[in-house]
């Protein structure tokens, strides 16, 4: 039975609006109706959205981490607790507020009650469901434990938002403080500094070196500094388009992965995300080598996704997966170890788990170490700053007798 979106007015006039079944729009109209409800409009969802999946346009719009993983909960919770998956999907479909969403729910509903699998419906959406979402729920429908295979995902996607939130907050206070000293300093020599200064200027004596010096920079900032903005946010756009050719994004990763500090971060980042996919991908069912290429596509950076796949072929020729990575020289010994171990035993999930959680919290405390040292050190260098605008305010000031002689 389709569904229908609608938007009608309620006996005190507030517009109201939701999702009905239905056979036809007439029949939710009369439903409306009965409900003392004013329809205004009446939509047939899956119709617009298979409609548009012929034509080849994604109606999907832009779904959050954090939407993709209370939908996978709700779902998982929804199928363990014994509903079919169609009123599953209908009942997570009612319970989303985002529109764009609840189309995207509502055209994979109406694929499956078609007689297409779930996977299937997702796979009309793939700027919302990634590769390895789609192939975990194709493999859990496989083996008959789909309810077991979205709690895993249910989890996942929940820990993934949760770094996702985790990275963007520890970042917020540290971009904020470093935009806020440069306009600090910038407007204490762009506007401050010139007023001050100019009262010592007509005396006709020479100002102390420092006094000169800030006064050169001032100069400069207000003679080049919208210049200067312009070239900075031209540099900044050639950069974002440089690194979208194949070519100059794999130089610009691979530099990430040379430089102290950053390089440890980077390896941390990625080792977690693809032992986790993995992990998961291992545990329902999918082949490893399939699992593999799957997980490669979730890491970031360029010449480690190129090692994974190298490691996949590799693989596929009969060698060990655990020295496949170590060859590359991009993934931390531990997990190596960790999944050598998990090879053995004949539990290479289990491993592949432990080293993605063991990797998080080493990229969590490096992460959090790193903060807690730049942001003292940016305070201690604004600081540093403005001592030296102020200092070459009052050398002076306090050198006024001889300046006057």
């Known amino acids: 039975m389709p569904a229908f979106e609608y938007t009608a007015l309620n006996a005190k006039g507030q517009e109201e609006s939701g999702m009905l079944e239905a056979d036809t729009a007439r029949q939710v109209r009369q439903t409306l109706r009965d409900g003392k409800l004013t329809p205004l409009k009446v939509e047939q969802v899956e119709k617009d959205e298979q409609q548009a999946n012929s034509s080849g ?11 993709l993983a209370l939908f996978t909960r709700q779902l998982a919770t929804l ?8 009123e599953a999907l209908a009942t997570t479909a009612k319970q989303t507020e985002r529109k764009n969403l609840r189309h995207v729910i509502s055209a994979v509903r109406s694929r499956v009650i078609e007689g297409h699998s779930l996977a299937g419906g997702l796979q009309m959406f793939p700027s919302v469901f990634p590769k390895m979402y789609i192939a975990t729920v194709s493999a859990g429908e496989q083996s008959g434990h789909i309810d077991v295979v979205l709690e895993r995902l249910a989890d996942y996607t929940e820990d993934r938002q949760v770094l996702q939130q985790k990275i963007s907050t520890a970042l917020v206070y540290p971009v904020i403080l470093t935009f806020l000293s440069i306009a600090i300093v910038a407007g204490l020599l762009g506007f401050i500094v010139p007023q001050i200064v100019a009262v010592f200027e007509n005396m006709g004596q020479q100002l102390p070196v420092m006094t000169r010096m800030i006064i050169a920079m001032s100069d400069f900032i207000i003679a080049y500094g919208i210049h200067i903005f312009i070239a900075i946010v031209i540099l900044v756009m050639t950069f974002k388009k440089m690194i979208t050719i194949p070519k100059w994004e794999y130089r610009y990763h691979n530099l990430l992965l040379r430089i102290p500090g950053i390089k440890k971060m980077v390896r941390g980042l990625n080792t977690a995300r693809f032992a986790r996919t993995l992990s998961i991908l291992a545990s329902s069912g999918v082949p490893i080598l399939d699992a593999m290429g799957i997980s490669a596509q979730v890491i970031q950076n360029v010449p480690m996704r190129q090692a994974v796949d190298e490691a996949a072929v590799k693989v596929r020729e009969g060698k060990a997966i655990h020295r496949s990575l170590e060859q590359s020289g991009y993934f931390p010994p531990m997990t190596v170890y960790l999944i050598a171990s998990g090879e053995n035993s004949g539990k290479l999930d289990d491993m592949l788990e432990r080293a ?36 070459s305010i009052l050398l002076p000031i306090l050198n006024l007798n001889q300046l006057v002689e």
Do not use: H, N, Y
């Open 79 to 86: 199928t363990q607790s014994g509903s079919p998956l169609e």
């Open 356 to 391: 993605a959680v063991q990797q998080e919290r080493e990229t969590d405390s490096m992460m959090t170490g790193m903060l807690s040292i730049f942001e003292p050190m940016l305070i201690l260098i604004m600081g540093g700053v403005v001592l030296t605008i102020v200092l």
């Open 57 to 67: 346009v994604r109606r999907a719009g832009k779904v959050t981490a954090a939407e």
